[in-house]
C-alpha cells in the first residue's frame, strides 16, 4: 500500500509505533482472540457459575490492569498488546450481553446504539488527530481513541453476530458463512477496486468480531442447538493456546513490527 504522511501528532507524549503490521498473522490471531472472547465469557459466566455480573467486573478489572500496563510501554509489545485484545473481547462481549440479557435492549437496539457510538467516536478522532490509521499510534492521545474504538468494535460485532445466528435464527454456521463472505468482499473491493485501506481495516475489523464469536458458538454449542459440542472449555483452552504459540513466534521472530507510517 503506498505510504502517505502522518499527520502531527497533536495530544501525549510521543512514542515508538503502539500497534503490530497488519499481517496475516494479525488476522489470524484477531480471530482467535474474538473467537476466545466468546466462548471464554460464556465459560466463566455459565460454566463456572460466575453469572454475567460477576465475570463482567472481574474480567473488566483485569482489562483497566493491562490497559494501564499498555499505555505505560513506549513501543509495542505482543504479549501485553494481545493480552488487552483478549480482555478487551470479553469484556466487549459483557457489554452486549448486559445490555440484552439483565436490561433487556433488543439486539436491534443495541446494534443501533453501538453501530451510531462508533461513527460519532472515529468522526471524534478524526477530527482531533487527522487520521485514523492504526500505524500512527505514536502519542497516549491517539492510543485512548484506538482503545475506545476497539471495544466499540467487540461489542458491535458481538451485537450483529447475536442478531444473525440466535434472534433471525440462521443459526452459527449460515452466520459464520455471512460474515466470512463480507469480508472477502471488503477485501475484493480494497485490492480490485481501490477502497481506502484505513476504511477497508476498519470494516474487515469489525466483522471479525462476528466471525470469529460464529466460529467459537459452533464449536463449542451442544449438537441440539446447532453446534459440535465441543464445550466453552475445551474451545478456549485450544484457542488461548493458538494465540499463546502465535504469539511467542511473533516475540521471538519481529515479524509483525511496524515503523510509524500511514496504512
Not at 76 to 92: D, K, M, N, Q, T
Not at 196 to 212: C, D, E, H, Q, V
Request: aromatic share 12%; hydrophobic share 50%; with cysteine.
Amino acid at each position: 500500500m503506498t505510504t502517505q504522511s502522518v499527520p502531527t501528532p497533536s495530544i501525549g507524549r510521543q512514542m515508538l509505533n503502539k500497534v503490530p503490521e497488519v499481517t496475516l498473522w494479525f488476522w489470524i490471531i484477531k480471530v482467535l482472540c474474538t473467537t476466545v472472547g466468546e466462548t471464554f465469557s460464556d465459560y466463566l459466566s455459565t460454566t463456572r457459575g460466575w453469572g454475567l455480573t460477576n465475570t463482567s467486573y472481574v474480567m473488566g478489572t483485569a482489562l483497566v490492569v493491562v490497559l494501564a500496563i499498555q499505555f505505560a510501554l513506549r513501543r509495542y509489545v505482543p504479549v501485553v498488546y494481545w493480552l488487552a485484545v483478549v480482555l478487551i473481547s470479553v469484556v466487549g462481549t459483557n457489554i452486549t450481553d448486559n445490555l440484552t440479557d439483565n436490561f433487556g435492549v433488543s439486539l436491534e437496539a443495541t446494534t443501533t446504539i453501538f453501530a451510531v457510538l462508533l461513527i460519532a467516536w472515529f468522526m471524534l478522532w478524526h477530527t482531533t488527530e487527522g487520521t485514523l490509521s492504526i500505524h500512527s499510534i505514536v502519542t497516549t492521545g491517539r492510543e485512548g481513541f484506538y482503545w475506545v474504538t476497539i471495544l466499540l468494535t467487540f461489542a458491535l460485532g458481538t451485537s450483529v453476530g447475536d442478531l444473525l445466528s440466535e434472534k433471525l435464527a440462521l443459526g452459527y454456521v449460515t452466520a459464520l458463512w455471512i460474515f466470512a463472505a463480507v469480508i472477502a468482499v471488503i477485501a475484493l473491493l480494497h485490492y480490485a477496486f481501490k477502497l481506502s485501506a484505513i476504511l477497508s481495516f476498519w470494516l474487515a475489523y469489525i466483522m471479525t468480531r462476528p466471525l470469529g464469536a460464529s466460529i467459537g458458538d459452533w464449536l463449542s454449542q451442544a449438537r441440539a442447538d446447532g453446534g459440535l459440542g465441543i464445550g466453552t472449555t475445551d474451545t478456549s483452552l485450544i484457542f488461548l493456546a493458538l494465540i499463546l504459540a502465535l504469539v511467542a513466534y511473533l516475540t521471538l521472530s519481529r515479524a509483525d513490527r511496524t515503523e510509524v507510517r500511514s496504512i
